[in-house]
């Protein structure tokens, strides 16, 4: 019997403790992530529970098991988001279910024309039974926007192949624009409408009174979800068009937890509504209300720059309607929060976060606000609402805060 993908909190910690320094500890972002971007789009079947998408979501305690038997010539398709270039890949399998389970030999191809043709052979490796970033250099240099992992066979187990995460480090070569992704989404949580404004993101689903809102970042959306008094962070990756999303989530408290799945299809561009959200709401509205309802709301629109300030300027429209806001009710008086994940030093990032906050506040100043309505505070990553330990969660640490002064 196979056990639950749930590592005990004590088995992680020391898993944690005693492996050597990886990438994705030093800041590393894999390319090759669901947090990236990546999206898998051809899979075997797999054990009940043992997900493919969990090869690619930086964590070595979850992983992807084979269907009993299916041991051999497993084959996995990556969408990357952009076209790229991969200089290394690692693998983890320290936290298979049984020795023999590990994949062995193992096949990596890149393709810049299409999901199921175009393939040339980057490496083939060959893995240790349990082992966790087991590193390979990549000898050739091959531009492509899809991976092909082919899990040949493993270390002798007769029942299933294991392999717990995949990641690969290089250079993305291309920024493309996403698609408007705005419109009405058959999803896990039943009908989900998506309103985008610039770079921000509200909507609601029709379960529960759910309402969310966030910010996009190419195909990565960052929110916040609310329901009947329950809460808690989720990021969904869209595929280039816009019609459909493969996105995970958690509660509030449980973020060391193992995400749910929250998938979707576009059924029309049309932006529906619930009986608890409208469309005509919009993004100005939503923050408003968050502001009176709950003294702060989280603005996930706001990018800026790797370790730097400097606003990037999809960010600027976000910005404008934060001044409108502000001009609108001339008795609000908000403190700027900056927050970032845990890479780098303490220092660093109480100096970044407050740099960060400084700057939301000058742009704000600039567009006619009076400074004397306005404070701004870097708290670095001192306070976060996603597992620091994660891709995701780090994610979902960076961002800027408006909370009622």
């Not at 191809?109 to 060959?126: C, H, N, R, T, Y």
Request: aromatic share 8%.
């Amino acid at each position: 019997m196979k056990r639950a993908k749930a590592t005990s909190l004590f088995f992680l910690f020391a898993v944690l403790l005693f492996m050597p320094l990886s990438a994705q500890q030093k800041g590393e972002a894999s390319v090759v992530s669901f947090y990236s971007g990546a999206l898998i789009v051809k899979s075997p079947s797999n054990y009940g529970g043992w997900e493919p998408l969990w090869i690619i979501d930086e964590r070595s305690d979850t992983g992807w098991a084979c269907e009993t038997g299916e041991i051999n010539g497993n084959v996995f398709v990556i969408a990357l988001p952009e076209k790229t270039t991969l200089k290394r890949v690692e693998f983890d399998t320290a936290s298979i279910d049984g020795d023999g389970r590990g994949a062995n030999n193992v096949l990596v191809e890149i393709s810049d024309q299409s999901a199921v043709a175009g393939f040339s052979p980057l490496l083939a490796v060959k893995l240790k039974d349990r082992a966790d970033h087991q590193s390979f250099l990549v000898p050739k240099t091959l531009p492509g926007r899809w991976l092909r992992l082919t899990l040949k066979d493993n270390h002798g187990d007769p029942e299933w192949t294991e392999l717990m995460e995949f990641r690969g480090y290089g250079e993305q070569l291309t920024k493309t624009p996403i698609a408007d992704v705005s419109g009405t989404y058959d999803s896990s949580f039943s009908l989900f409408h998506i309103l985008k404004e610039d770079s921000l993101v509200t909507g609601c689903y029709e379960l529960r009174g759910g309402t969310l809102s966030g910010g996009i970042d190419g195909r990565i959306l960052k929110f916040q979800w609310r329901e009947n008094g329950d809460s808690g962070p989720a990021i969904l990756v869209f595929t280039p068009d816009g019609s459909e999303f493969y996105g995970l989530w958690w509660r509030k408290g449980e973020l060391d937890q193992t995400p749910g799945l929250w998938n979707g299809k576009r059924q029309s561009k049309q932006v529906g509504s619930c009986p608890h959200w409208k469309p005509s709401t919009g993004v100005q509205k939503q923050m408003a209300e968050d502001l009176a309802r709950f003294g702060r709301t989280r603005v996930y629109g706001i990018n800026f720059d790797t370790d730097s300030a400097v606003i990037r300027a999809e960010s600027k429209a976000v910005l404008d309607r934060i001044v409108t806001l502000l001009k609108a009710d001339g008795s609000l008086k908000i403190t700027v929060e900056g927050h970032t994940d845990n890479t780098g030093s303490l220092a660093r990032n109480k100096a970044l976060s407050q740099e960060r906050a400084d700057a939301v506040k000058a742009y704000l100043v600039k567009g006619g606000v009076d400074g004397a309505r306005l404070r701004s505070v870097g708290y670095g990553s001192e306070k976060p609402v996603g597992n620091n330990g994660t891709a995701a969660g780090r994610a979902q640490n960076r961002r800027v805060e408006l909370a009622k002064s």
